[in-house]
Each structure stands twice: as structure tokens, then as C-alpha cells.
């Protein structure tokens, strides 16, 4: 029998339980078959809880969990968001609006995100840096729930940090994709 105690100044919080997060994909242009749309989802089940436990930090140890919406659409429909909504002409790979608001019982704000993802600059960029279109969109998907976890990458420190716990998650997953990996392989114009 083993036992400890600690004082106030020395105790550790215990650790946070994995929050419950639900997860949709949809596959808007009909090219993503569908046992490739399922490892995505797989990988996404495991990268989304595991990024609001690594970010727990921000949210006084609590993890938050709440909705992710995964829509993988074409260059076209792409292009038509980011004009809308970004007010810049021509596609991107991703688009993250975040609608977060309400609070689940502990005060910890839920995740309530739509994310839109380009299977076409996804394929551009994952032929470019060596991997395949859906590791692309691993990397795409867990950068959009990134942000809305409260990481930014504006300025340098911020984009090293961002792209660090990308990869520090992807590695934990035992994704094959990592963003500095495929930085490196483009020639470094990520």
C-alpha cells in the first residue's frame, strides 16, 4: 500500500480526463473514398481530444470539448469562401470559423467549429512535400482546431510554437505527416 500526501503549494492538479469532442466529416466533392475518409476521421478522433488536453493550460487545466465539422470541398467552392469570407480572391487550404460560445457544466467554453478543407491545394502541397492528399488534410484540420484552441501564427515565435504542437501531436498519433517534415521537403515555402 502506497501512500502520499502533498501540501497546497506543491500539489499537482490531477490529470484531465480526455474531453468528448464530435467529430463530422463530409466530403463535399465526392473523391475521397471512403476507407480514406475513415482514417482521416480515425486520425482526427484521436489528434482533436488530444490537442484540447495539450492546450488544457489555457482553460485553468480543464480540457475543452465540444464539436468539430470537417467539410472537404474543391479548388471552386474554396475559392468562393475565401472570397466571402476572407475577402481574398483565389483558394486556400483552409478555412476555421470559429462559433464557440457556450459552456459545458465546469465554465469551460465547448469547441463549436466548422472547418473547410481543400482536397485540391491538398493535393498540390502533398505531392510537392512527398506525403498523400489526406495526411495533408490531417495537418490542415488539426491547424484549424489549433487556433481555435487559442494558438496563433502571426508573428515567428507564434507560428513556431503553432507548428511545434502540430507535430508533437501528429507524432503521438503516429501520423506519418509532420509540418516541419514537409516544410523541409517543399524547400521550406509553407
Known sequence: MS?????????????????????????????????????LLDLLGRA???ACKRE?????????GGEVRVRIVDDAEMSAQHEEYAGIPGTTD????DMSGESDPRGVVLLDVDITLCLD???RQGAKRGHAPEDELLL???HGVLHCL???DHDDEAYRAMHAAEDEILAAIGASVRFHAAEENAGGDA
Not at 488544457?56 to 475543452?64: D, E, F, L, V
Open 150 to 152: 487559442g494558438h496563433d
Open 56 to 64: 488544457a493550460h489555457r482553460t485553468n487545466g480543464q480540457p475543452r
Open 121 to 123: 491545394e491538398a493535393a
Open 94 to 97: 483552409v478555412l476555421t470559423f
Open 3 to 39: 501512500r502520499s500526501s502533498t501540501t497546497p503549494n506543491s500539489a499537482m492538479p490531477p490529470p484531465a480526463a480526455a474531453p468528448h469532442v464530435r467529430l463530422e466529416l463530409t466530403d463535399a466533392t465526392g473523391r475521397v473514398a471512403a476507407p480514406i475518409a475513415q482514417r
Open 140 to 142: 490542415y484540420a488539426l
Open 48 to 50: 482533436v481530444p488530444l
